[in-house]
């Protein structure tokens, strides 16, 4: 593509075509310097390629090469396929495991020959761009490496104990009550010594899908430890509701065949339990103490048996909480 951008170039001293083609290559160029994210470039290229080129189906993907997964980043217009006959595609190659896929597909056939027509300049535009788009790959993905757990792709500890201060802050103004449901895996230890620890790891990809399956987008999840997982609640919902959420996640992870071999279907069902406790914002209670009074229930729920959920609030003194030490700080 880089051999079409210099045609044009040479092409611009003397060809009024060539010449506004180019002013609109780089005033696209500079338009996406701006960009802060993924979406927003490629709802940007969307713009571009609609207004010159009346394009409006539009999709902008990201493959990952070592997952074999796609995630779609942006999709605007009618469905297509990439060898539908009327469509076309570029991929942006970042030399990691990202790669991203800008693809568009034609109104019609008369639509698609004037796209033909004009083939050239789109070479030369994503040619342009190439760098920038490469870069906020590059970007996402350092991001998500640095705040995200690489098994189960929920954030990690030390991201959580960075943000989870601030994002409860900026979550919701008039938030009053936070609910902390830490869940922790019945035996997990046992999985791996029965099988061994990519079947360890399929557990906690598949619990973790299951906690997501059940709460809000801006609720936030965190691995905290090689079983357990932090909940934060942060909708208006009651403490019977988040009781009856906490036992649904219970209940749909106890019914949930993990593959153990594909071969001969060989399957696995495990149990998790629930500890529960709840946050009062502008109360004497420290975030850290409820953390920790969840982390707290769930010892308990544990000691009573699989599949268990427990408040803090209905802990007594014949729990035995006494053996945590209150000195241990989770944030």
Not at 24 to 40: D, G, M, P, R, V
Not at 95 to 107: E, G, K, Q, R, V
Not at 217 to 236: A, H, M, Q
Request: hydrophobic share 40%.
């Amino acid at each position: 593509m880089k051999h079409k951008m210099m045609e044009l170039i040479k092409s611009s001293a003397t060809n009024e075509f060539a010449y506004k083609a180019l002013e609109s290559i780089f005033s696209l160029q500079e338009q996406l310097t701006y960009s802060t994210n993924l979406k927003q470039l490629a709802e940007d290229i969307f713009n571009w390629l609609s207004y010159e080129f009346k394009i409006t189906n539009v999709e902008f993907s990201l493959f990952d090469i070592n997952k074999n997964s796609k995630d779609k980043i942006f999709s605007k217009g009618e469905e297509f396929f990439l060898d539908d006959e009327l469509s076309h595609f570029f991929i942006i190659n970042t030399h990691i495991s990202l790669n991203a896929t800008i693809s568009f597909c034609a109104n019609s056939k008369l639509h698609h020959k004037m796209i033909e027509d004009n083939y050239e300049t789109i070479q030369a535009s994503f040619f342009q761009i190439s760098p920038i788009i490469q870069s906020l790959i590059l970007k996402k993905n350092f991001i998500e490496s640095s705040s995200l757990d690489s098994v189960t792709n929920v954030y990690n500890r030390t991201y959580l104990i960075q943000n989870l201060t601030n994002h409860l802050r900026l979550s919701n103004k008039n938030q009053e009550e936070i609910y902390f449901l830490m869940v922790g895996i019945d035996r997990f230890k046992a999985v791996i010594d029965e099988f061994d620890y990519d079947i360890a790891d399929k557990v906690l990809v598949e619990l973790a899908r299951v906690i997501h399956s059940n709460i809000d987008s801006f609720d936030l999840v965190g691995r905290l430890g090689t079983d357990e997982f932090l909940v934060s609640i942060l909708n208006n919902s009651s403490e019977k509701q988040i009781e009856e959420l906490a036992l649904k996640i219970i209940e749909d992870f106890a019914n949930t065949d993990i593959v153990v071999n594909d071969a001969n279907n060989q399957t696995l069902k495990k149990t998790i339990c629930i500890g529960m406790d709840k946050f009062v914002l502008n109360s004497e209670k420290t975030i850290n103490e409820s953390i920790k009074h969840s982390d707290i229930a769930l010892y308990e729920a544990k000691n009573k048996g699989r599949s268990q959920f427990l408040k803090y609030s209905d802990l007594t003194a014949a729990d035995g909480v006494e053996i945590f030490d209150e000195s241990i700080e989770f944030f």
